[in-house]
């Protein structure tokens, strides 16, 4: 099975993935980098008006195969 990883950025953070996770497919990666967003937006909430919550996927020779990017936007209407 290949080998992907998934590293993640939150505004604050980044975090690079060095296990990896072991798929059938990079379908299934791309399933887990689209769960992982809002997983990770209700952890941490923006400290302003927004917030681009990313998981990008890499495969075992390293190269980016996904992106995904979560924009949280949040403001006052009154």
């Given at each position: 099975?290949?080998?992907?990883?998934?590293d993640?950025?939150?505004?604050?953070?980044?975090?690079?993935?060095?296990?990896?996770?072991?798929?059938?497919?990079r379908d299934?990666?791309?399933?887990?980098?689209?769960?992982?967003?809002?997983?990770?937006?209700?952890?941490?909430?923006?400290?302003?008006?927004?917030?681009?919550?990313?998981?990008?996927?890499?495969?075992?020779?390293?190269?980016?195969?996904?992106?995904?990017?979560?924009?949280?936007?949040?403001?006052?209407?009154?």
């Amino acid at each position: 099975m290949p080998r992907f990883y998934l590293d993640t950025s939150d505004g604050d953070f980044k975090i690079t993935d060095h296990v990896g996770y072991d798929f059938a497919d990079r379908d299934e990666a791309r399933r887990l980098a689209l769960d992982t967003l809002p997983d990770m937006a209700r952890d941490k909430m923006p400290d302003g008006d927004r917030r681009d919550f990313i998981c990008n996927v890499r495969d075992e020779a390293g190269k980016p195969i996904f992106t995904a990017t979560l924009s949280l936007i949040a403001r006052w209407l009154t």
